[in-house]
């Protein structure tokens, strides 16, 4: 950092930025994604608070059907296209060369080209707000025929369209090149069984991600054709046809963004727990399983359409509990015996453990088809999804912002905004949609504006709402606390949680290079083994130098 | 033989199971959680004890997992075997037999449902007898308790068919009809309480109909009535009840 800071900071300021944005070293590609994307999870959050104003009362009070239905439909574009599934790339694209000791990932250009694209994908699906037709209005998954020329006309849902298409490439290339990184860069001694739990969470998103994305590239080209004349899904098979190409993607997708999440709080349980994570092999061996098993449970979300083998779906579905629990089961294991510090990074790793418990068990729970016949497309579906998505990805973000900002900015986080950043996600994530169980259960459909006035309904969404906007202070503590770092932060040095990863072996932030020197590597905690042997032979320099008084003759 | 269908009679018997379950599992976990958090907090300076495998334990916690899994699953594949609105195969607009459905009494009538944007039209070709909303106002669902047999199609997207306290829904597509067969056990108007759960745009919210369960010399009476040229009542979407009666 030293050594360039000054060369840097005598440029012209739009010389910098330039250079900045179109940097090809993969530390600012991806803070470049990261900030982007999390300015989309800000964006996307304010629709979801316009909505929830809206809902907690029957009737209309705040804007239209049609508003309603555009504000639904970006806010699950937002978060999925635009927010988790970029930011899911941007966390693997900082850390995994520093994790797996390299300097740069192979292509960083076509890293960067999907960098840009990202920002192609949200101008151009933001820009439908402008136009006469309003923005994308089909929802996040435009089944068609509603999101044909006829059933949502107008170019906002064009160009909801072809942001999918953009959104979608820009995971491609990130995923390519993160992909082709891990395979072909890793330093001498890093074994793929030696990668940590982090990368190795990447590494089975990115391997999701080329497989699953160009479905929904297929599914988005055709569409916008379908859109201009060419009529590809008009048959009768048409409709069921889209909905296999897009749930094909739609759902690994949901497991692309959760795996770089989880292990974000695998790292941070390790650290925190001053224990190498547990059940390496165990873990390992269950993210590829549920990788692969997550490309053969799309089905599910069709139970409802009498066109698919529920049983099978149903199996591979349920299925999924039994790689899913190994999570659980890890987890308890590195805290187990463990000297566990709370630092902010640990009580998001927790409260992902607790929220994100209450999404996988309801998901079993709607894995199966009698039960889903009666909740699908219900706010039963809204309270599942968001406990996996909120509980768990945003909670598991949260979590890696608090253990890798120092490494990223070289400055700390303030511990105490941390702990209120923390306890009002938590609680903002109870009080939001733990009401849409009951909601759901009582029959309240998804996607609507307005809701009958003597259901009774009216309570549960009022909390709803209240807690929505727990969630939204949240953010903005964060972003308080952000900021204050930024500016007034300590400085952080090359390894404030005494943690156990190669990221940790140089400077915060890193030089252009990365590393100036790499320990050896001889397990998937490589530094916390430099530490430990360091830690011995100083104990046996000392037993050396003392007398040994004490002990008895033999 | 139990002759009336009964689509509550999965979801409660799975529900009694998963429930029970999944919130034991939750409890367990999360005293786990919270318990070794606190059991295992930093209290002394130096390292932890370098424990980082059980591989006994940990395969045998995985095995218990598949148990669980193959109970659940087997559980609700029993409930889909026993639902005979799980018809295997794909529909096809000549209607559909099944084993399931063979067993079952034959139905009392039929009803041809057609969803559009945004109305319900039921139509009893038995008695051509035709039910429709206006857009603004929603139609009503007659039915004789009893098995009543549907044929659901949309004329524009999809749309589905949603009886809440029927625990039951189906999608409708265009040009692709789905056929079930729902049993009304209760006498009694549901107001609202069928819905349209497949978002299909503008008016999704208002796209409701009512249902009302009428003893089958009642339906007769009230189907001889509408075929005399006793006009509908539609009710106001989204309204209240009473709005009906």
């Known amino acids: 950092m030293s050594a360039v800071a000054p060369a840097v900071t005598t440029l012209p300021r739009h010389v910098r930025v330039v250079g900045r944005l179109s940097s090809t070293d993969h530390k600012h590609i991806a803070a470049n994604t990261a900030v982007t994307a999390f300015g989309f999870f800000v964006l996307g959050g304010i629709l979801a608070l316009l909505m929830r104003a809206e809902l907690a009362a029957p009737g209309l009070q705040l804007m239209g059907d049609e508003t309603y239905n555009e504000l639904f439909t970006i806010h699950g574009s937002t978060m999925f296209y635009l927010f988790a599934s970029p930011m899911a790339m941007a966390v693997g694209l900082y850390l995994v060369p520093l994790q797996i000791g390299t300097t740069n990932v192979i292509w960083p250009r076509i890293a960067l080209l999907g960098f840009w ?174 990788s ?45 015996k463990g000297r566990i510090v709370f630092r902010t990074s640990m009580l998001f790793a927790i409260g992902f453990l607790i929220l994100f418990l209450i999404g996988g068990l309801t998901g079993i729970f709607v894995a199966s ?22 509980g768990g990805s945003v909670m598991g973000l949260f979590a890696g912002i608090y253990h890798w900002w120092p490494k990223v900015t070289g400055r700390l986080l303030d511990e105490r905004l941390g702990k209120l950043n923390f306890w009002t996600l938590a609680l903002g994530t109870l009080v939001t949609f733990i009401p849409m169980f009951f909601l759901g259960s009582e029959g309240m459909v998804r996607r609507v504006a307005n ?41 952080a040095g090359d390894d404030p949680w005494d943690a156990h990863t ?44 003392a007398p040994r008084a004490g002990e008895a003759a033999p | 033989m139990s002759a009336l269908v009964d689509t509550r009679d999965g979801y409660r018997g799975l529900f009694d199971i998963y429930w029970p379950i999944g919130v034991g599992v939750l409890v367990l976990f999360w005293l786990l959680i919270i318990g070794f958090a606190w059991r295992y907090r930093r209290r002394e300076d130096g390292r932890p004890p370098d424990v980082h495998e059980h591989s006994l334990l940990e395969g045998s916690y995985v095995a218990l997992l598949a ?32 084993v399931a459905l063979a067993a079952t009494p034959k139905p009392a009538i039929t009803v041809d449902v057609t969803a559009s944007r945004w109305n319900w039209t039921f139509q009893y070709p038995k008695y051509g007898i035709r039910q429709s909303g206006n857009g603004t106002q ?20 999809i749309h589905a068919f949603f009886i809440p306290f029927l625990r ?64 509908q009542r539609l009710t106001p979407a989204m309204g209240r009840q009473g709005d009906y009666r």
């Not at chain 1, 820009?170 to 090149?177: F, H, L, N, T, V």
């Not at chain 1, 089905?299 to 579905?317: C, D, E, I, K, P």
């Not at chain 1, 940790?504 to 590597?521: E, K, M, Q, R, V």
Request: glycine residues 8%; proline residues 6%.
């Open chain 1, 292 to 336: 692969a098993l997550s490309m053969a449970v799309w089905g599910h979300h069709m139970f409802t359409t009498s066109a698919v083998q529920n049983r099978y779906f149903s199996l591979t579905s349920t299925a999924i509990m039994v790689v899913a629990g190994i999570e659980y089961f890890d987890s308890l294991g590195t805290m187990w």
């Open chain 1, 369 to 390: 088809p009698v039960l889903d016949y009666h909740v699908h497309d219900t706010y039963f579906i809204v309270a599942h999804f968001h406990y996996t998505l909120v």
């Open chain 1, 117 to 290: 694209l990202l920002v192609g994908a949200g101008v151009l699906m933001y820009t439908g707000f402008l136009l006469k037709n309003g923005a994308g209005k089909s929802g996040w998954f435009a089944f068609d025929p509603l999101s044909d020329d006829v059933g949502t006309p107008g170019t906002g849902q064009d160009l909801w369209t072809l942001a999918v298409i953009l959104a979608g490439a820009s995971g491609i290339c990130q995923a390519s090149s993160l992909l082709a990184t891990i395979v072909r860069r890793r330093a001498p001694g890093m074994t793929m069984m030696r990668m940590p739990v982090f990368t190795w969470g990447e590494t089975v998103s990115c391997l999701m991600v080329v497989t699953a994305y160009p479905a929904v590239l297929v599914a988005m080209t055709l569409l916008y054709a379908d859109r201009n004349g060419a009529h590809i899904y008009q048959n009768p098979g048409g409709p069921i046809l889209y909905q296999h190409l897009f749930w094909f993607f739609g759902h690994p997708v949901v497991y692309v963004v959760f795996f770089p999440f989880l292990g974000s709080i695998a790292e941070a349980i390790a650290t925190n727990a001053g224990k190498r994570f547990f059940g390496y092999p165990f873990m390992v061996a269950s993210l590829l399983i549920f």
């Open chain 2, 138 to 157: 929603i139609p009503t669902l007659v039915v004789p308790t009893g098995n009543v047999t549907f044929r659901l199609t949309s004329i524009d997207v």
């Open chain 2, 67 to 98: 148990c669980v899994c193959a109970v659940l699953v087997y559980f609700t594949f029993h409930w889909m075997s026993k639902d005979v609105a799980d018809l295997p195969g794909e529909p096809s607009s000549k209607g559909q037999t099944d």
């Open chain 2, 168 to 231: 039951f829904k189906r999608d409708a597509f265009p040009e692709r009809p789905t056929n079930f067969t729902l049993g009304f056990h209760e006498v009694g108007f549901h107001h609202a309480w069928g819905e349209c759960a497949e978002f299909c745009g503008y008016r999704h919210a208002y796209m409701q109909f009512n249902v009302d369960v009428r003893t089958p010399s009642d339906f007769r009476r009230w189907a001889a009535a509408r075929r005399a040229g006793q006009p």
């Open chain 1, 451 to 491: 809701y009958p006035a003597d259901r009774g309904w009216e309570t549960l969404n009022t909390i709803s709402t209240i807690g929505a906007f727990i969630i939204a202070f949240s953010v903005l503590v964060f972003l308080v606390n952000a900021a204050r770092s930024l500016r007034l932060g300590a400085l």
């Open chain 1, 502 to 545: 190669l990221e940790w072996a140089t400077s915060s932030p890193p030089p252009p290079h990365n590393f100036d020197g790499l320990p050896p590597i001889r397990s998937y905690a490589p530094l916390l083994d430099v530490k430990l042997q360091a830690e011995a032979e100083e104990e046996a320099r000392a037993a050396a130098r």
